[in-house]
């Protein structure tokens, strides 16, 4: 059974930073994208960040571009999400996901995380 468990999110002041986790267990990690979602309050879920399941290719939404880094180590089967500058309407549950084929923006991916609030305070 695949599960993904994010944690990391909180409370945080605008202009700063968090550092957001996903721990994959019951799949073969090194061999899927891996991506980062968020959602607030009456928005549909916004594709983020993902890296693809050999790590050499990154994506970034302009939203986040040069804000947020995405990463992830194989060995601990875990993602990241490096959240710089942060700013009030970066304010959402955010999930982690993985894909078993090419990354996509969309939310057509294969398994998600139960999500972690992240909330920036002006």
């Known amino acids: 059974q695949v599960q993904l468990v994010e944690s990391g999110g909180g409370l945080v002041q605008a202009g700063g930073s968090l550092r957001l986790s996903c721990a994959a267990s019951?799949?073969?990690?090194?061999?899927?994208?891996v991506g980062w979602f968020r959602q607030a309050p009456g928005k549909e879920r916004e594709f983020l960040a993902a890296?693809?399941?050999?790590?050499?290719?990154?994506y970034y939404a302009d939203s986040v571009k040069g804000r947020f880094t995405i990463s992830r180590d194989n060995a601990k089967n875990t993602m990241f999400l490096q959240m710089n500058s942060l700013k009030p309407e970066d304010t959402a549950v955010y999930y982690c996901?993985?894909?078993?084929?090419?990354?996509?923006?969309?939310?057509?991916?294969?398994?998600w995380g139960q999500g972690t609030q992240v909330t920036v305070s002006s």
């Open positions: 996901a993985v894909r078993a084929r090419v990354v996509v923006t969309t939310t057509r991916w294969d398994y």
């Open positions: 019951g799949l073969t990690f090194s061999l899927y994208a």
């Open positions: 890296i693809s399941w050999a790590g050499g290719i990154t």
